[in-house]
């Protein structure tokens, strides 16, 4: 099991960056294929990016490609997500997931373990 704790939300200008992390308990974390979804209010959760276990592969909802980069440390148990140019339709609640197997889903039911979310507000 691994439980996921995430940082670094915060309110933020539009065209401003921020970094989230996500901390991962248990030895087994490069194991699991991470991602990131976010919720807006009053939305479903959806899907912004996945990397595979290795860092190899790395996978993009289409709003967020060029504009943000997901990173793994498996030395550190930890995922990132670099969000560049941020809009304020980037506003929500931000979570990181992970599944115990190579995968490729992009939809919150391929997921076994989430973390509390983060909050991001994006001005304009």
């Known amino acids: 099991q691994v439980q996921l704790v995430e940082s670094g939300g915060g309110l933020v200008q539009a065209g401003g960056s921020l970094r989230l992390s996500c901390a991962a308990s248990g030895r087994t974390f490069s194991s699991y294929t991470m991602s990131w979804f976010r919720q807006a209010p009053g939305k479903e959760r959806e899907f912004v990016a996945r990397i595979s276990w290795s860092g190899g592969s790395t996978y993009y909802a289409d709003s967020v490609k060029g504009r943000f980069t997901i990173s793994r440390d498996n030395a550190k148990n930890t995922v990132y997500l670099q969000m560049n140019s941020l809009k304020p339709e980037d506003t929500a609640v931000y979570y990181c997931?992970?599944?115990?197997?190579?995968?490729?889903?992009?939809?919150?039911?391929?997921?076994?373990?989430w973390g509390q979310g983060t909050q991001v507000t994006v001005s304009s």
């Open positions: 997931a992970a599944v115990r197997s190579a995968s490729y889903s992009v939809l919150p039911l391929g997921y076994d373990y």
